[in-house]
């Protein structure tokens, strides 16, 4: 069955940074762009940043220039690294493979002092 499993979240105050990864099987890694998304309580869920198969990234433009998603084919990992944590990006953050269409579990981050 395919997966997806996230790890990285963790609490860490303002203006620090956290490194999330997200482990897939390799039959789906390899033919999918990969993305991050991330939701918090009565919101809908936000996407974050995509990296294509080819390694072509984008990025909501909020985010850009603190957060860098890239892929690790040999480890069939995709990361994304986040810098100058704000409050704000508290959120459950989701790992999901767009063309099969699967969700990870989720990783919470916790922005606090």
């Known amino acids: 069955q395919v997966q997806l499993v996230e790890s990285g979240g963790d609490l860490v105050q303002p203006g620090g940074s956290l490194r999330l990864s997200c482990a897939a099987s390799?039959?789906?890694?390899?033919?999918?762009?990969m993305g991050w998304f991330r939701q918090t309580p009565g919101k809908e869920r936000e996407w974050v940043a995509t990296v294509t198969a080819g390694g072509t990234t984008h990025y909501a433009d909020s985010l850009k220039g603190r957060f860098t998603i890239s892929r690790d084919d040999a480890k069939n990992t995709v990361y994304l690294q986040m810098n100058s944590l704000k409050p704000e990006d508290t959120a459950v953050y989701l790992c999901?493979?767009?063309?099969?269409?699967?969700w990870g579990q989720g990783t919470q981050v916790t922005v606090s002092s």
């Open positions: 999901f493979a767009f063309a099969a269409r699967v």
């Open positions: 390799r039959d789906i890694f390899v033919i999918n762009d």
